[in-house]
């Protein structure tokens, strides 16, 4: 009698087919329209702060200390501003990546579906950040001109484990935070709206990050393995330093001089990031990516 035995390789893409029908059912079952879950006619309310006081790049510090509670509200609102504009930002490059990865896998393959519906997630979630920016009275922040520049070369260039590991990267360090604010009542309502619809579609979008970074790793060899370990590292470091620009300062009414020094030695936020990014460090030492120069980047980072 025939054995009933499936081929490994069989095996593995009917376990990816099965992981991308899942995901694909959860987004039927559960996901927003953010134009009308977001309460976006009510006016400002600048009683509350735009984040989480303690995800503050000066919480903590001296100069935090003097700030009187307006000033506190408004940078902590020009902070969540610039956070969703590298959140844009990012999502561009994301978008963009998949698109590339998925461009000649057939269309009737879950995998190919469930791609295309985190694109058009990632396409509401743009818009909602750009919206919810404005109405936090803040400009269209954007990480510095090279860093930019950086993110052309890298969308263009990266592929497999690279790119889907720096996806990784840009969403769990977003859902930890986001994960704080949407639960804290001092946060406006409308950010609080956005982060929980974020952090829930979000979610199946770091499940397929990291089934694809498994995927793509499954076959590779220690030079490449190596050489996408120090992109992913060198990728971190420019998304996480990018996340909150350096103009929230002086558009706060502080001395940008003064607040950039104190932030730039605040022990305080460089533990909150480490210990937002304790899983994602694990899942990539388990993925063997995390080499001595890749570790070099994502210390200089405090991601660990």
Known sequence: MAGSTVRPENQDRLDEHDVARRLLDSSAKLSYDPVTEVDWDTPL???????????????????????????????????????????????????????????????????????????????????????GAAKLGAPAYRPHRLVVELGRAFKTLAFGEAAYAAILVAEEVLDVMQRDWMRDERVAPFVRTISNIHVVEESRHMKFA???????????????????????????????????????????????????????????????IRSSCSGLMEFLASARLLTGPALYFYKRANLI
């Open 210 to 272: 990291r089934d694809e970074t498994r995927r793509h790793l499954r076959h590779a060899g220690p030079l490449r393995r190596q050489l996408n370990a120090f992109v992913i590292a060198v990728a971190s470091y420019y998304i996480v330093t990018s996340m909150v620009n350096r103009s929230v300062y002086a558009n706060a009414g502080l001395d940008t001089k003064r607040a950039v020094a104190e932030a730039r030695t605040n022990e305080h936020h460089k533990s909150l």
């Open 45 to 131: 309310d600048k009683d509350f702060h735009g984040a989480s006081p303690e995800w503050s790049t000066l919480y903590g510090t001296t100069y935090w200390q003097e700030l009187t509670d307006a000033q506190r509200k408004e940078l902590t609102r020009q902070e969540a501003a610039s956070v969703a504009g590298t959140g844009i930002w990012f999502e561009m490059i994301l978008q963009q990546m998949v698109l590339r990865d998925i461009y000649t896998t057939d269309a009737t393959n879950p995998r190919f579906q469930w791609a295309l519906t985190e694109i058009a997630d990632e396409c509401r979630h743009s818009v909602m950040f750009a919206r």
